[in-house]
Structure formats: structure tokens, C-alpha cells
């Protein structure tokens, strides 16, 4: 069957959320990849954890708070300004190069983003990007209220679009919303961007492990959920091949 929307992911997946180190690094010098890094993971769990303790916070907050946990436990401080400035680069994230390019060229389907972001997060982030003109919809959690990989989310696209999963190819570089995505009964790519011989060898070629390291060991690798995506791929720029081939 056709596709008739693709919709992504946007941190991690269309945008590098990894970019926000430079400007860690330049608020902290030394410590802007650990920061980077835990800043993440805790971002993440805070998403998870809010959605269980059923005390939902938009994703500007949980972003916010996340970043403090983060300077707290390594002895920094910040005033209000500086976390302004750190967190702003989350209106501005690095697109992948091959985004653009591979969303010009499914122009002809829906496109779409469905993210944990806040509405006005992501309202600033498409723009800055100029992927504005290419998307027909951008999505938040924040209209449920609870954050992917709960189900409540992925209905969001169903409600918008006025598609079935099994009309949708859902795309997303993290392995906790492909498992949530496929679980929910969405067509899913799976980006993998660091393979796992890559990340072998990552452990080995070194007595310490680097915080990047440890980050792509807990977040770029399948989880063992019992839920594997339809596709495998290795870059954005694979999956016009894959819609082009479900078109009768």
C-alpha cells in the first residue's frame, strides 16, 4: 500500500540535537559535551516520568529544568540569563544536511512532524530552519498533554491528518519512539545512525569512555521491546527510495 504521509520525529531525527554543544561549551569551557550529554538523558527520563506521575509539563519546562539537574550535579552555576541563552539554541538546532533534500522530495505526501516539543519550541525551530515550507502540519504532544512514546501521542496524527497507521511511514532516529510508534501500528524507519560495530568499537579503542560514547551506548541503539521497525536505514536521504517503492 502507498504511503500517504510521512511524518517525523524532529529532535535527533530531522534536527541535530547534538549542535546544542557548541553553545554549552562556549557557557562552560571544558564542559560543554558532558553537559551536552547528561542534559539530554535527563531530558528524556523527566518526559517519561512526568508522563507516568501524570504531572505533565510542556517540553520548555521540562528542557529547562532538565538543564538545571544537569549544572547542579557538576558543580556549575548559572543565572537565568545564561540558561536562557543555552536553551535558545533549541529554536535554532542544526538540521541533518540531507533533511531539506529528502523533504523536497516526498513533496507530493503529507509531510509532518510529531514531537515532544512545545508548540511554540517547535513553531520556532521549523521556521529558523525554513522547513515551514516544506511540512503541511507540526505536531505537539502538548495538545494530550503526555509525551511519545505513550499511544495517547501518536493518535495526534490520526486526529490531524485523517489517516491510519497503516497509511503512514514514521520516521524517527530514536529507538524508544520507533518502538512506541510501531507498537501504536504506524509503518515505521528507523534512522540508525551509529551502527552497532561502530559503537563496538567505540568501547574498545579506549580505557575511558567518553561521555559521547556512553550517550550513543544508552540512546542510538535498538531497545529490546519486542517491537523492530519495517525499515533500517542510515540516512534521511534513504527513505524517498522506500516511499517511491510502495506507489502502485
Known sequence: MPFKAVVFDAYGTLYDIQSVA???????????DIITQIWRIKQLEYTWLRSLMQRYEDFAVVTRQSLIYTLRVLGLQADAATLDRIIAKYLD???????????????????AILSNGSPAMLDGLVKASGFDTLLDAVLSVDAHGIFKPSPQAYTLIEETLGLSPRDV???????W??????????????????TPEAMAAACVTTDLVAP?????????????????????IAALSELPEIVASHEP
Not at 22 to 32: D, I, L, M, Q, S
Open 169 to 175: 511511514l514514521f520516521v524517527s532516529s530514536n529507538p
Open 177 to 194: 519512539d520507533a518502538c512506541g510508534a510501531k507498537a501504536f501500528g504506524l509503518n515505521v524507519a528507523w534512522i540508525e545512525r551509529v
Open 22 to 32: 557548541a553553545v554549552t561549551e562556549r557557557a562552560f569551557p571544558g564542559h560543554g
Open 212 to 232: 559521547l560514547t556512553l550517550f550513543k551506548a544508552l540512546r542510538t541503539q535498538m531497545d529490546e521491546l519486542g517491537f523492530a521497525p519495517d525499515y533500517r
Open 93 to 111: 538546532l542544526d538540521p541533518y544536511p540531507d533533511a531539506r533534500t529528502a523533504l523536497a522530495a516526498m513533496k507530493d505526501h503529507q509531510l
